[in-house]
T-cell receptor, first 112, second 110 residues
Framework: EAGVAQSPRYKIIEKRQSVAFWCNPI?????LYWYQQILGQGPKLLIQ????????DSQLPKDRFSAERLKGVDSTLKIQPAKLEDSAVYLC??????????FGPGTRLTVT | QKEVEQNSGPLSVPEGAIASLNCTYS??????FFWYRQYSGKSPELIMF????GDKEDGRFTAQLNKASQYVSLLIRDSQPSDSATYLC??????????FGKGTSLLVTP
């Protein structure tokens, strides 16, 4: 079974630029999550999708972050415009049932 | 803000010893509790989850939960250098979305 795929793996941008991350969950997983992990901290949930509907986006900075999950499969997370404090690893995870959540390798974003 | 607290460490234990990792949480509505291991530069991987008070054992790992004290712990028996990693405690009130602590760095010395 293939794992959660993410791209790109690394991205360096200047502040005020925009960036997009892509996630392909494990086949058949209805629930998809985006987390932000700042160095030295635990992952913080940004948004949770159930199929292509949003379940929880309470911690998503909606003035600059957006996410979508078309057709209930792949998802993209966008930041526009980026700030220095957005430098982090962005982790995508998926699950098919409660208590099991599988993480992708993450995208490391550096904002200069 | 619902908090999950962990000692950042590093916690250093000799090879073969028992490593004890602790976590407290503030949300009394939390229903399920998870321990993830994260190697440097890698993504978190699930070690164990627990949702009932008491102990749950899986190989060298034992998770302990005390909901009255809002406390969850992870014991690693016969610690190996390959266990050196950051251990993340996470709680959930749904079993799905996770609220993570900052993690405890564990170093197992040969």
């Amino acid at each position: 079974e293939a794992g959660v795929a993410q791209s790109p793996r690394y991205k360096i941008i200047e502040k005020r630029q925009s960036v997009a991350f892509w996630c392909n969950p494990i086949s058949g997983h209805a629930t998809l999550y985006w987390y932000q992990q700042i160095l030295g901290q635990g992952p913080k949930l940004l948004i949770q999708f159930q199929n292509n509907g949003v379940v929880d986006d309470s911690q998503l900075p909606k003035d600059r972050f957006s996410a979508e999950r078309l057709k209930g499969v792949d998802s993209t997370l966008k930041i526009q415009p980026a700030k220095l404090e957005d430098s982090a690893v962005y982790l995508c995870a998926s699950s098919s049932r409660v208590y099991e959540q599988y993480f992708g390798p993450g995208t490391r974003l550096t904002v200069t | 803000q619902k908090e999950v607290e962990q000692n950042s460490g590093p916690l250093s234990v000799p090879e073969g010893a028992i490593a004890s990792l602790n976590c407290t949480y503030s949300d009394r509505g939390s229903q399920s509790f998870f321990w993830y291991r994260q190697y440097s530069g890698k993504s978190p991987e699930l070690i164990m989850f627990i949702y009932s008070n008491g102990d749950k054992e899986d190989g060298r790992f034992t998770a302990q939960l005390n909901k009255a004290s809002q406390y969850v712990s992870l014991l690693i028996r016969d610690s190996q250098p390959s266990d050196s990693a950051t251990y993340l405690c996470a709680v959930s009130n749904s079993g799905y979305a996770l609220n993570f602590g900052k993690g405890t760095s564990l170093l197992v010395t040969p």
